[in-house]
């Protein structure tokens, strides 16, 4: 590890979130979209999808996971920098667009990872390629309907109070503060897009595919679930339920941690990470 | 010029100084529906009193809110369809973004203009910001949909050959063919709402009325960039029944009255803005540009929500913005009768002619009598002056130049 947790921590709430990611980007044209990739390290591929307030926060998780790896952390189309075509609305267009992103990295067999509504691509895109992922790490996944229809599995973040989000959301709330004002522009501007293609990808049916629950039988990877044992926006029996309906995956929960577990704990994730990718 | 009569159809009785939210999370235990009922049948009666009075009527609609009881525009216009007898009958708007059937909606509107024997004006606004979650309607992209939708509603209208099909971005039909079809060919008025220079592009191909609330003194800009439109499209300049400006108004037979009267009538702009912070615009509901300008301002300590005076001075809509600063903003036109047509004609000049005006003469808890006195004062003592002003001036902005 560069960093461990305690000294990251101190760093993030010196520093306050920075919204654009401190990994030098480059830029990757899948059919003719302009997609923002942040890539380090070597070895077999491990792609990672980002939550939907994107990478920034992610540096000690990812960086150390590419002392063994060769880490792909791209923007979603409509993200970041990333570019996305009109007709691009759901969550299952970005599943089959990270295949055409695949074919255009020439990348086979990898190990797929994703946090929260990365996450819900991740699976999704799980049930459309049998046989390439080797192993598949789902952090705090949104995307299946798991209760009844008058209760909620997600909180909405949408009808929350900015100081009731991030005490949602994190364990330690001032993990994911920042000062708008010391932004520049461009910040603020990535903060703008990620929020409207959040709404556009998920406003309804809310952070979820009503199908997507009865399609993950079809995942053949090795699966780890891991969920932040203080999130509020997603409670832990709703990552157990994920991982009950895929085939043979394992559940790990992570201490001192909220919805964005390899934001708040890096080090305890990547243990589990490596732990589960050993064994 | 045309003035029209508007009311919210506001619930004061609901009103708390200190309520965090007064929209979409007010629980409906605060409303009575005797009280409801007594209200209705009120603004109904001032509607009937503008009818026989020479205004035009304009109707709008909000939802799960105590600041307005028209949670259909539709069903309180199909009541003043029978019940009136000359007044034209504005929706502003029908909020269209946030309709997930517009099929419905051209047949409701068809049989409001077939029930008033052509009198309809139909006007299509894209929703407060509010509303998305109510209608559960994706905030990201109601612009799309508005438009779509009035493509659709227009063409079911004008469409009498029997059946059509629709398999659009947003809506999908099989089998098009609404009866009744709209008295007034080839379809009713069209008017469309915008408040940015960037939205009236749209409005001025298509030739539809603009219309814009309460922006004062930022009205001559938008309309001028109408105007361009228009000019560069149609070949001409557009006539003043292009436009339309909403302001509140009071009149007395003193100013002091009549500025109490307007006073009263503005508690909807002190209560517009009261809901639930996390609603008060939702992610993707404005352009990214717009949401880092005012990302930026509230990082800067400053309001985002400031409004020119005539010499172009700023105020801050959100705080003391009392009724002399309203006025000074051109949204409020309050005072004797003389005093309200100078005001009202120094605000036509100001914005190059405007021939619908749109006036809030009910509002908060200003009271029927009042209401009344106030309506029956510019009816006999402006309306006709502003007819007569309005008959003289020049017809297009660049005659007035």
């Known amino acids: 590890m560069q960093r461990n947790t305690a000294r990251f921590n101190r760093e993030a709430k010196d520093r306050g979130m920075q919204i654009i990611p401190s990994i030098p980007p480059r830029t990757q044209t899948v059919r003719d979209q302009a997609i923002e990739i942040f890539e380090q390290g070597s070895g077999e591929p491990l792609l990672f999808l980002h939550p939907a307030r994107g990478l920034d926060g992610c540096e000690a998780f990812l960086g150390a996971l590419a002392k063994s790896h060769r880490v792909i952390a791209p923007s979603h189309p409509g993200f970041g920098r990333s570019d996305a075509p009109y007709w691009m609305n759901t969550v299952e267009d970005l599943a089959y667009f990270y295949l055409d992103f695949l074919d255009a990295l020439g990348i086979d067999r990898f190990t797929l990872s994703g946090s929260s509504f990365g996450g819900w691509i991740a699976a999704s895109l799980a049930t459309k390629l049998q046989k390439r992922i080797s192993s598949l790490v789902l952090i705090d996944p949104l995307g299946i309907k798991v209760s009844g229809r008058e209760q909620r599995d997600i909180a909405d973040v949408f009808a929350m109070k900015r100081t009731d989000l991030m005490a949602a959301m994190f364990h330690d709330p001032k993990v994911g503060a920042f000062d708008m004002k010391a932004l520049s522009d461009d910040q603020l501007t990535i903060i703008a897009r990620h929020r409207k293609s959040e709404v556009l990808f998920a406003w309804s049916p809310y952070m979820h595919d009503p199908k997507l629950k009865s399609r993950l039988h079809r995942i053949d990877a090795r699966t780890l679930v891991i969920a932040g044992a203080s999130d509020d926006i997603t409670k832990p029996e709703y990552a157990k339920a994920y991982a009950a309906a895929i085939p043979g995956a394992q559940f790990r929960e992570i201490a001192e941690a909220g919805h964005l577990p390899m934001i708040e704990q890096p080090d305890a994730c990547v243990r589990a990470v490596a732990e589960f990718l050993a064994g | ?401």
């Open chain 2, 1 to 401: 010029m045309r003035v029209f009569h508007f009311s919210e159809e506001p619930y004061p009785n609901a009103w708390t100084p200190d309520a965090e939210s007064l929209r979409i999370t007010l629980p409906n235990s605060e409303c009575d529906p005797k009280t409801a009922a007594d209200l209705y049948h009120r603004y109904l009666d001032e509607w009937q009193l503008a009818d026989e009075l020479g205004f035009d009527i304009m109707v709008n609609e909000h939802h799960e809110t105590a600041t307005c009881l028209t949670a259909s525009c539709h069903i309180i216009l199909a009541i003043l369809a029978r019940i009136t007898k000359r007044a034209r009958l504005l929706a502003l708007g029908v909020p269209l973004a946030n309709r997930s059937d517009p099929q419905r909606v051209a047949e409701e509107l068809s049989m409001i203009d077939v029930i008033s024997r052509g009198r309809f004006e139909m006007g299509f606004v894209k929703g407060v910001p509010f509303e998305p979650p109510v209608a559960n309607i994706n905030p990201a992209r109601m612009m799309d949909r508005l438009w779509e939708a009035h493509d659709f509603i227009l063409k079911a209208m004008s469409t009498h050959t029997g059946p059509f099909n629709w398999e659009g971005d947003h809506y999908h039909y099989r089998n098009v063919n609404i009866w009744p079809r709209p008295w007034q060919q080839p379809h009713p008025p069209v008017w469309i709402t915008a408040s940015s220079i960037g939205s009236a592009k749209a409005i001025a191909e298509r030739g539809h009325v603009l219309a814009t609330f309460l922006i004062g003194y930022k009205t001559r800009e938008l309309f001028d960039s109408y105007r361009a439109v228009y000019q560069a499209t149609h070949g001409t300049m557009p006539g003043p029944d292009r436009f339309a400006y909403l302001a509140l108004a009071g009149v007395g037979n003193t100013s002091a009255e009549g500025i109490a009267r307007a006073t009263e009538v503005k508690r909807y702009l002190d209560t517009t803005g009261i809901v639930y912070e996390p609603f008060r615009s939702p992610p993707g509901y404005a352009p990214v540009a717009d949401n880092v300008r005012v990302m930026r301002a509230i990082a800067n300590g400053q309001s985002a929500r400031m409004v020119p005076t005539k010499t172009g001075e700023m105020i801050d809509v959100t705080k003391n913005f009392t009724t002399e600063k309203a006025m000074d903003a051109g949204l409020v036109f309050a005072g004797t009768p003389n005093e309200v047509y100078e005001q009202i004609v120094d605000f036509d000049q100001y914005a190059g002619g405007i021939g619908n005006l749109l006036l809030m003469l009910q509002g908060g808890a200003l009271s029927h009598e009042d209401t009344a006195d106030s309506m029956t004062l510019f009816a006999k003592h402006v309306l006709p002056r502003l007819k007569e002003y309005a008959a003289n001036r020049p017809q297009t902005a660049d005659a007035a130049e």
